[in-house]
């Protein structure tokens, strides 16, 4: 179904013929479809040449919702694919042809923002998906959430939040809603894969309630100081999100003996332990035998050079720096 400007391209095309205009009013007609289609796409953001926006599989956004009823009804209605029309790549149903008409002529006026992904994630750098009953109008803007604690970090800062928003929502799209690296996360260091995952993809919380090392799933996760946390359960997310100082591992999980040496090291997930209540990894058996020669000494010593290493590297990409020397005579391990 094409928008009043469509149609008034397409009554132009039609008179051209019926009229024998010269090929330069055709080719006029080409440019003027081909600018109309950009500026039907100019405030959609766009992923591998697409409209970027969150649908089902049958491309239908809102979950079927009407967008007009949100501002003429204050509540979520479910709309009906009778009254149906496609914009920004995204087809919208409504309840009535009134409402339809309505968006038709002013679908900016009514369209969710942020492609209709949770507004509070995208302030944090990502897509979540959302649930209808948690909108809100925002300086005439529709914004939806994902769920009862995204709009309680939302409503924090309404209005901060809305900036940020606004102004990660192009990074976001353009990754494909994967999480970026936002300004404020710029000034921490973390032991990362190339996708922003921390402890190689650990349960953080699981060290704490399991005594154990244990997978986590990309369906649980959390973001915390720059860094991408999975859980084994929503359970230990949640856990976390409650508390996340509590569960995150000391010096951005990189090695803890290597930190006490003023080194970057990486770790192995299944080697670690805890001081005073603090979660710290190491790199090698050989590691944690010599960070536990003095784990008082070895600990402020790390706890000395962590902001150093913070300062010196944060924001940047990391590389590991070269082992130790085998800390005991004989020993041919790195730590």
Known sequence: MMNPKEQRVKAFYIHAHANNLSVFALKL??????????????????????????????????????????????????????FSFIYEGAVYYFVSQDHLDLFKAHPDKYKPQFGGYCAYAVSLGKTAPIDVNTFSIVNGRLVIQHNAR??????????????????????????????????????FLNNTDPDGVTLQGYDAVAYFTDNKATKGDPAFAARYNGATYWFASDAHAALFKDNPAKYAPQY??????????????????????FVDGRLILQH??????????????????????????????AGKKVKFDKPAQPANAGNTTTN
């Open 252 to 273: 951005g999980a990189f090695c803890g003996y290597a930190m006490s040496l003023g080194k970057l090291r990486p770790v192995d997930p299944a080697i670690f332990q």
């Open 29 to 82: 007609f080409f440019i003027l479809m081909t600018a109309i289609m950009l500026v039907g796409f100019a405030n959609a953001q766009t992923f591998n040449g697409k409209p970027f926006v969150n649908t089902d599989d049958k491309g239908v956004i809102l979950d079927g919702y009407d967008a007009v009823a949100f501002f003429t009804d204050s509540k979520p209605v479910k709309g009906d694919a009778a």
């Open 150 to 187: 995204a709009v309680a970090g939302w409503n924090k800062d309404v209005a901060a939040n809305l900036q940020l928003a606004d102004k990660y929502w192009p990074a976001v799209a353009n990754n494909g809603g994967k999480q970026i690296v936002t300004d404020d996360e710029k000034k």
């Open 284 to 313: 090698t058996k050989d590691a944690y035998d010599q960070f536990n020669k003095d784990i008082t000494g070895n600990t402020a010593k790390a706890d000395g050079y962590w902001p150093i290493e913070v300062k010196k590297h």
